[in-house]
């Protein structure tokens, strides 16, 4: 990685995930927060950047971006879409953990309750993993650091982020910066092979 300071970094690169897609979160806008969670488990999944965000602008322009039309729209359906954003090898699990987390989501009364009623993060993070199989830390991670100032939670850093502030010689801080965070996640996914 060659040196690049702090200011160019955000500058470049710090752009939040959610802003980029056009997601305009809001602690009250439960739809909102859903279409972020919804592009977090696709990002969360083991395929490229540009493919996640292909996928997720095409269930947004087909307004399939909320529990009940997730539902409605079916499994084929679903299938026929994550095929067409690039997700071939997982478009069966994608489809089945869409489906599943679209109707415990449902049945919790939507993501704001569930962070309602979750008396801290460890216990947010647990619900959150629990509405589908295969919902990981990585997913939570990426939702809960968009999450940050609209929702009392304090993400962390991952070891990649720190290992590439540390080789970039940029001071992380005691305070998680969201923008920071999302900078370094895309350096290090632009400058990985090189």
């Known amino acids: 990685m060659k040196f690049i300071s702090k200011e160019k970094l955000l500058k470049e ?18 739809k909102e927060i859903f279409k972020w969670f919804l592009a977090s488990v696709l990002f969360g999944a083991p ?10 602008r095409i269930l947004d322009n087909y307004n399939i971006n909320t529990p009940d039309k997730i539902l409605k ?3 084929n359906r679903l299938v026929e879409l994550l095929d067409n954003g690039g997700y ?10 869409l489906l599943e987390l ?16 979750s008396k801290d993060e460890q216990e947010l993070r647990e619900m959150l993993q629990n509405l589908a199989k295969g919902i990981g830390d990585i997913t939570i991670n990426i939702f809960l650091r968009d999450m940050q100032g609209i929702w009392n939670v304090k993400p962390k850093h991952t070891k990649a982020v720190i290992e590439a502030a540390n080789k970039l010689h940029i001071k992380l801080g005691t305070k998680f910066d969201k923008k920071l965070d999302t900078a370094l996640i895309r350096y290090i996914h632009k400058h990985k092979n090189k």
């Open 47 to 56: 395929i490229s950047e540009s493919n996640a965000e292909k996928t997720f």
């Open 13 to 30: 690169y710090g752009k939040l995930y959610s802003e980029e897609l056009g997601i305009n979160l809001d602690k009250k806008n439960e």
């Open 73 to 75: 729209s079916g499994w």
């Open 102 to 117: 679209s109707k415990n989501i449902k049945k919790e009364k939507g993501l704001i309750q569930i962070y309602k009623i």
């Open 88 to 97: 071939t090898r997982y478009d069966f699990k994608t489809a089945d953990k």
